[in-house]
């Protein structure tokens, strides 16, 4: 029942408790705030830097070089744009150097639109983010996720950057973390800081067990033979909800990948679901010249063009310089529910 | 009300460059104090009049973030005697003979004191198509007025000072070509916290390359925070003016929260940077009234001093003005602020044609693109 | 017959002269060096920066904002990436001023492998430029088109980078530019600095005249019905030749397009193209996730999958963290001449 | 030749932790002086002749540059004094008792004088597999041995210094704990040009965090030059050095091509940050003795100082050694650079098969990649 900023929060105790993280850092990650949105609270090792993300992806890599285990933040991903340099020298150190050193690193940032944030709080990562070879990539859709692929994220010795759906940050899961307690309230009142003093705050943590979904493997959340759809974060309830609305209505039913990794991603079920149906969709929010999603078509059409019934989509964002505030550009830029239902459809009953 | 919104009354020689119009105030004493600085009545009332139409503006944001008018609110309450002052004494216009202003998103009193109407505020809070700045595309106080120099806000921190050595640069080529037009400067504008990224170093390094200094002013407004972190936190207790040091660069630290302090530290700094045609950084200790923004609650943070009830009383005190002449203005700004809202809700919202409108401008050498973006080439 | 680094140094000069460039500026491009390519050689109006691509990024968006019109250079792309957040704000502010302020604006860069530059003198930047909203990106494969597109660039009011090719920069055209001496030896007399002592040295500028390619125009540099293949910068010489082994050997021909400009894109060659033939290749050497590549693939697929006798192809570098010095590595993992040839034969003959 | 590349004789107390070994030359004087500052014949010595196979070394490197057993050269001839000095006082090892090294591509004297053998530079050079800093993937002087701490030299100008902070709050930490193994500390070296990015910033800024300072020795090579750009004519005529002076943070220029100063200033700043656990930023004035790297051409420039030559003026003149010691230890030094290329360019290259290998490091929860990258995911 934890929401998913929560099941960071919790992802992140237990990763101090049992995984040797040593440091939890950005801009208002520690306390009083504890993470704009409070996704870093209560932690033991959680502090507050600099605002200069050069400095925070620097530090952390020094940490990392020097035998520690950090988890840093870009407030926004909007803001990592100054410093892909660095991102990009943390992936390719260990193959410059021959192996010599390892990169434990995680940085974590809230990604895409769909909080009204303007030019500078929807941004999507994930495309500039798949180009950083030595990277892995993962994006939950839902609370219980995040927990898992942080985990992951936390035990793998590479750099890991783990996309939050902004928009889904105070969604609540309908499924229990390990160790959580059954009542959302009772989560509340031990790991949420309270809003006013916070002076001599202190969690009461839940016992949290281990729950790691592994980098690479991606969830069927439905399934069906009318087409694939293949999604992750924000879009992805998006698409399990349009398909049941075809499922319920029309009786047209669709198999929904949840990616949950965007690098490495699940190929095999991908493949073995385009075998299946011949008819595929994929589907995120960031602009649509040069998007990821382009990369899995591509994929999709080296290897199964000749298995394809009809022609394999893409629903993406728009390419505009920016999500603008007003809602109207919004909704008109980022694939919504109705573009997908309309797509899904499309795509089930293009005669083959 | 006369409009002042367009026009602000002069106030001495700084302002001379617009029309002349006398000030509705008696005024009792001749001059208002502070230390060894004064500041004409005449002035001071100006400077407390702008302040209080600036305050009502930030009060009425934050109430329309509240009520659903509009949704994110950021701006500076308890910034106002920096904003006003700085207002007050930036040369506007439009071109190189001009000053450029690279602000950060806290500055609506500087564009209401230049003249901006309050609804050219609102309409962006309330994402309107008539928003001048944006048509509802980017948050308040992310101000952009091609006629008066005011290079579009972006919610980047700190890239305003990376740029501001280019209008500089333009400007300063500009007055030695053009010596009688040799007074424009570059201001640029951002908060204590955002220091700490590297534009801010690359601004006091473009700016004093030997015998290409440029004439910027490099203002700081030290409100002590960045969103949640206490700047004592993460920075040296020294105060920001000391990184002008290493580049020779002359620098000073005053009170924001002082009107006559920052009326002339403001002006020591400007007269420097016109004539002198070089930088100067001045930080500014200023007070965050309502927090961060929106989402922090903007709640009146009741710890921090308020420059406006301080000047109030000051003003008072002095016998500059009398408690009924300031509920009248403040009534006043009210209104004014209301009326623009009242305006703004009335005005029509961006629609699904508009999301790519503005993205390029014409061009004779695109066989694409000539007029705008139109979606993806070709695209039918 | 002028090599690409002169043709760019004519096309400033044509710039600086007739279309008001008022500043040619970044690290070591003014005197004594006129740049590491000696592209910006004899300008008048070059000058040298601190080494600091923010500052000149920064600089260049505030002299465009006052009415100046400026040239700057990353001395290679490599360095671009700690200053993309400038890159994306340069694209987005006319956008996001409801169309304020004009943003003349053009960026040049050295781009790709091919002169043994091992990981940080390799890099290809087009894929992430073209995730760029609001610039326009161009790459010539000769210095022609060097020529005529830095000089659309310099007239074209929105921001303009142009992607040179490392590789090519030494590559001498078979053409002449308007106005440049048939004779090689006396163009390089008249305006290549002598390599000892500059000082007192001034170029001697031919009488340079316009010659601009549009923007948006693709070139048909092959003509022929086996294949389409699309391609720009450093290997599109090679699918030329490719093409060329290929015809006179095995009399299969091959449309062969140099794309030019990266964005916009002519959509229109590419589709006509693919209507006749059927058949698809696109070249290039950027790495292959998330490449701009895909996205023309992606395009190709929407609007001409039921057009296509057989698998539509791409040709792209590996992903891997970098180019490594020792040519080995460099061979596998970028498009090499023959592996060029191999797949446009793959594609020629592949059964329909 | 005693093994000296692997193991170099101790010299004073700075030099303490590696095992005692005597000079093989005798000292007429006791000491080698300039200005107030002194040094011991040996350490002298000691010091001369590891800058002599520094440069055999770079001269040697040049000229594979030139003959086709290589393709790019950059490094640090003119620079040797100061590699040297420093080579000669890291406290090396592994982990965050020892010294961690962020280095510029110019420091093959410090890595020789700490031991590594000449051929781990030149196989690097010649881009062999058996190049352990980066199996033929990197430029030269792109140096990378975890033993050592020495973290991987990446062409990115001054990323280096944003790194710094990290593996120096990770010493001391390890030194709060570990109260006996608190010496630990992080240098990070660059040249004058790339203090202009902003991650030089980051360092002093990260660095002077209020009661979190960090042990932190920062250098800077001043060469004066950026490639072809003179520091005069893109900063203000101020040492390099006064950086830190917004931060309060200790600094100090020396003359790099003494190497007398410069032995008693790196011991000076490193003692400093060794002991107070804070950092300290030492500007080392240098030479470029063969211009910026191949792609200018590297001929010798003879209008720079050459610290090597004048040394051995000082020690001949001081009577610390005599022409003929000299002619030996400089065949010496040229004779195992030889060796080291000749025995390089025998060496396998790396293959098609290794262009993957090392992307990644093994790990249990990835279902892709468990061992290191093989090519797109699921790819046949
Ligand atoms: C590059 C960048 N990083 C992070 C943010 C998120 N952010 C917005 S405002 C802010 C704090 C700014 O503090 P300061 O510079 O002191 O200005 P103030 O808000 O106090 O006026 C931060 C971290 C941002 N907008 N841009
Ligand atoms: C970020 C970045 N920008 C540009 C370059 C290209 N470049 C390589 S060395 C160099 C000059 C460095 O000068 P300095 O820092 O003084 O070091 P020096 O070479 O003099 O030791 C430049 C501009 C680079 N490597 N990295
Ligand atoms: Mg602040
Ligand atoms: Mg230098």
């Known amino acids: 029942m934890a929401n998913m900023a929560q099941a960071v929060r919790m992802a992140l105790h237990f990763g101090e408790k049992h995984l040797g993280v040593t440091d939890v850092f950005g801009e208002d990650v520690g306390p009083p705030l504890g993470g704009v949105f409070t996704a870093t609270q209560g932690l033991r090792t959680a502090w507050n830097t600099p605002l200069d993300e050069r400095g925070i992806i620097g530090t952390a890599m020094g940490i990392a070089y020097a035998g520690g285990r950090p ?26 150097s021959g192996g010599g050193y390892d990169m434990p690193l995680v940085v974590m940032t809230p990604n895409g639109a769909g909080i009204r944030g303007s030019l500078y709080h929807s941004h999507s990562f994930e495309s500039w983010a798949s180009r950083l070879p030595g990277w892995k990539v993962v994006m939950p859709s839902n609370a219980l996720d995040a927990y898992g692929l942080m985990l992951a994220a936390i035990k793998d010795p590479n750099p890991v950057l783990v996309l939050l759906p902004k928009a889904l940050l105070r969604a609540k899961d309908t499924r ?3 160790g959580e307690p059954a009542d959302a309230d009772e989560l509340s009142r ?107 078509l591509r994929r999709v059409v080296d290897e199964h063009f000749y298995d394809l019934s009809v022609r394999p989509r893409t629903l993406m964002g728009k390419h505009v310089p920016g999500i603008g505030m007003n809602q109207n550009y919004e909704v008109n830029s980022v694939p919504q529910l109705g573009d997908i239902r309309t797509a899904l459809w499309d795509l089930a009953t293009e005669a083959a | ?29 001749s001059a208002i104090r502070s230390g060894r600085d004064t500041l004409s009545v005449e002035v001071a ?69 230049m003249g901006m109407p309050m609804i ?13 700045h944006s048509r509802g595309r980017n948050f308040v106080g992310h101000y952009s007025i091609p006629e008066w120099n005011v290079i579009p806000v972006t919610s980047v921190i700190e890239v305003q000072f990376a740029m501001a050595p280019g209008t500089a640069l333009v400007q300063k080529r500009h007055g030695q070509k053009n010596p009688t037009e040799n007074e424009g400067i570059t201001v640029v504008v951002g908060g204590e916290a955002g220091t700490a990224e590297g534009d801010f170093e690359s601004c006091l390094n473009w700016t004093t390359r030997p015998g290409q ?115 009248a203005l403040k009534d006043e700004a009210k209104a004014e602020a209301d009326r623009a809202v009242v305006e703004t809700m009335k005005e029509p919202e961006p629609t699904r044609e508009d999301v790519y409108a503005f993205t390029y401008a014409e061009s004779a050498v695109d066989t694409i693109y000539p007029k705008d973006f139109t979606g993806l080439p070709g695209a039918r």
């Not at chain 1, 988890?71 to 410059?96: H, P, S, T």
Request: overall charge negative.
């Open chain 2, 120 to 132: 050219d505020h609102t309409r962006q809070l309330a994402m309107r198509w008539t928003d001048r």
């Open chain 2, 213 to 327: 200094e440029l004439p910027v002013l490099m203002l700081v407004t030290n409100n002590r925070y960045g969103i949640s972190t206490d700047l004592d936190t993460v920075h040296t207790h020294r105060p920001i003016a000391d990184r002008a040091i290493p580049y020779g660069m002359r620098y000073e630290t005053i009170d924001g929260n002082d009107p006559v302090a920052t009326w002339h530290g403001i002006d020591r700094a400007m007269r420097y940077c016109r004539r002198e045609r070089k930088p100067f950084l001045l930080e500014t200790m200023v007070s965050r009234l309502h927090g961060h923004s929106s989402s922090s609650g903007a709640q009146r943070n009741w710890n921090e001093a308020d420059s406006l009830a301080a000047f109030e009383q000051k003003l008072i005190d002095a016998g500059a003005i009398d408690t009924n002449a300031v509920r």
């Open chain 1, 190 to 296: 031990m790991i949420d800081a309270p809003v006013n003093d916070r002076v001599g705050w202190e969690p009461n943590w839940p016992n949290l067990e281990d729950h790691t979904v592994k980098i690479g493997s991606a969830e069927l959340v439905r399934e069906g033979t009318f087409g694939t759809v293949i999604s992750y974060g924000r879009p992805l309830p998006l698409c399990a909800q349009a398909a049941d609305e075809l499922a319920a209505q029309h009786y047209r039913t669709f198999d929904v990948i949840d990616l949950r990794s965007i690098f490495p991603y699940d190929w095999g079920m991908i493949s073995r679901s385009v075998l299946k149906t011949g008819r595929v969709l994929i589907v995120n929010e960031d602009t649509e010249v040069t998007n990821f999603g382009e990369h899995l």
């Open chain 2, 1 to 29: 009300m006369p409009d002042a919104n367009e026009d602000p009354p002069d106030i001495e020689d700084a302002l001379l460059r617009r029309g002349a119009r006398s000030t509705p105030y008696p005024a009792a004493p």
């Open chain 1, 176 to 178: 229990l973390i390990p």
């Open chain 1, 71 to 96: 988890v840093c933040e870009i407030q926004f991903c909007d803001y990592a744009f100054n410093v892909l340099d660095m991102f990009k020298i943390a992936g390719n150190q260990r193959w410059a």
């Open chain 2, 45 to 113: 009332l100006t400077v407390f009049r702008q302040m209080l139409r600036t305050r009502a503006i930030e009060e009425r944001s934050i109430k329309m973030s509240k009520s659903g008018e509009a949704y994110f609110w950021i701006g500076g309450p308890g910034e106002e005697a920096f904003n006003v002052c700085l207002g007050l004494q930036i040369n506007k216009g439009h071109g190189p003979a001009h000053d450029y202003l690279h602000l950060h998103y806290r500055n609506a009193g500087i564009m209401l004191t």
